[in-house]
């Protein structure tokens, strides 16, 4: 090995460890900065760890029903209390976070990325398929976002692989108006006039110059989407067509404890209710957060 390639290779090294020093550090500053946004990402680390490791901790099996520990109050062996079936109410809440958490993240996830790419093609070289996209999310933004995804469950099939299309469908505007309104602002902008003269090609500076600087308001957005999908997918559970009973999920639990409440069992709809509205909570306080952390301008 000679004196340069090691000198070379010495100074990657060195770029290396100080981009994760930068980025770390960036992280430090965000979450000591807010501490609403500190408590979000806790709070959302909390909900990784149950959905990871939750199945394989609670107490009792989520499925198993005992009909003589039918609807018991909470206690110190069901802290939840049991369900109509006798079912461990608290077992069920936690495994219930995986597959929500699954459905929630899978949706928005594949709205993202497919709204972006959609967008920025369209900001960024405009033309007909700017004018076909255009009129292709007005169409969906034309039904009510959850009729039209209670159109295509009921269509589809009510399985987990339909109602994530249908969640990611019904968001996908959202994704891809900002990409395509953040994109047509910037690419004619200094830094990107730039590139080009720099002999980059346009899909380069679309990839590496723009969509970076595009990140921060569709983290906002994406946040928000997600505190919506869980809605959605809670939504569909709890009117027939969503994830099929006996699988314990936030909404068909919801939907179960509903009848009864007026004979005393608050607990059946209670609990279950407030997973969901925590989740929900935890990520409407991600925004900010999310938006700080990818922002090229506050990496100063």
Known sequence: MTDTTYTTQLAAGAKRSSAWSRNFAHFRYVMTSNPVTFLAFVMLAG?????????M??????????S???????SW?????????????????????????LISVSAVALSFFVGAAMGACAGYWG??????????????????????????VAAAGNTIQNIVIATAIINLPFYARVARAEVSIRRNAGYVQAARLSGNSELRILIMKIMPNTLPPMMVQLSL????????????????????????????????????????????ALFPGAALMLAVFTFNLLGDGLRDLVDPQRRT
């Open 47 to 55: 909900m990784i760890v149950i959905a990871l490791f939750g199945p």
């Open 77 to 101: 062996d069901h802290w939840f209390g049991t369900d109509q079936l006798g079912r461990d109410v608290f077992s069920r809440v936690v495994v219930a976070t995986r597959l929500d958490l």
């Open 225 to 268: 989407n997600m505190g919506w999908a869980i809605l959605n997918a809670a939504g569909l559970s709890f009117i027939g067509l969503g994830v099929r009973p006996p699988t314990a999920e936030w909404g068909i639990m919801v939907a179960e404890g509903a009848n009864y409440i007026v004979s005393g069992e608050w607990w059946l």
């Open 127 to 152: 033309g007909w398929f700017d004018k076909l996209s255009g009129r292709f999310l007005d169409t969906i933004m034309a039904f009510p976002l959850f009729v039209l995804a209670m159109g295509i």
């Open 57 to 66: 901790l609670v107490p009792h099996d989520p499925l198993a029903t005992i």
């Open 68 to 74: 003589d520990k039918a609807l018991k109050p909470p």
